[in-house]
């Protein structure tokens, strides 16, 4: 019988006021389908599509590892009762996904909660909704990792900046998602944006720490 591995939750927990304070610093926001935690980053999440519940607490056990070693904040992607039964910081959740208030009654008060949004009214949403802890604004441009979904534009961003101003003591922390990457982000950095969502960057670089590295130094500097 194959040994079982240590569960999330036997890593020493972290309350919702730490977690949101993490969050308030954070600019470098990893997806990734695979145990890697890239120099920079501040939040990682384990974005795999069809895990069975018993694998994907055991993938995100050993990211929780790699990327707590580093300060990073674990996220789970869309599930809920992963979220609630590891212990993991965020759960992050899509528009058709569980909405943010009934997850708030599975994963209770020290989980935080991000929702991804696509259009103004969404991003308005999102920004007022008290059991949302951060957004997401995207796709930017168009991307395989969320093949089908039309490209929103620079524009979104503007008016994003406008509604949550980053780093404003009374403004709900946002990432920028969608085509992010060393040669697109002085065009995200020149709509005023500061938190970016990376992908393909990062999973395909040659050298992932030195391209973390790079773009976390120049959202700091920003």
């Keep these: 019988m194959t040994a079982r591995p240590p569960a999330v939750a036997e890593q020493p927990p972290r309350t919702g006021a730490e977690r949101r304070a993490r969050l308030a610093t954070a600019r470098l ?21 069809g895990l069975e519940w018993r694998e994907e607490v055991e993938e995100l056990t050993i990211l929780a590892a790699l990327a707590r070693a580093r300060n990073a904040l674990v996220s789970a992607n869309d599930r809920a009762d992963v979220a609630a039964f590891t212990d993991v910081d965020i759960l992050h959740v899509g528009q058709d996904d569980l909405p943010p208030r009934l997850a708030r009654r599975i994963v209770g008060p020290d989980v935080l909660i991000g929702l991804s949004s696509h ?30 979904r039309p ?15 980053p780093f404003h003591p009374d403004a709900k922390p946002w990432f920028v998602t969608g085509g992010v990457a060393p040669e697109t982000l002085d065009d995200v950095l020149g709509t005023g944006a500061r938190r970016v969502v990376v992908v393909r960057a990062l999973t395909e670089a040659d050298d992932p720490d030195a391209v973390g590295r790079e773009l976390a130094a120049r959202l700091a500097a920003a």
């Design 151 to 165: 490209a929103v534009g620079l524009d979104l961003l503007r008016r994003a900046v406008e509604i949550a101003p």
């Design 119 to 148: 259009d103004e009214r969404q991003l308005e949403a999102a920004a007022a909704d008290p059991d949302v802890d951060y957004f997401c604004v995207g796709p930017v441009w168009a991307t395989p990792t969320k093949a089908g």
């Design 29 to 49: 926001y990893f997806c990734t389908p695979r145990q890697r935690c890239p120099d920079g980053v501040d939040l990682v999440q384990l974005r795999r599509k």
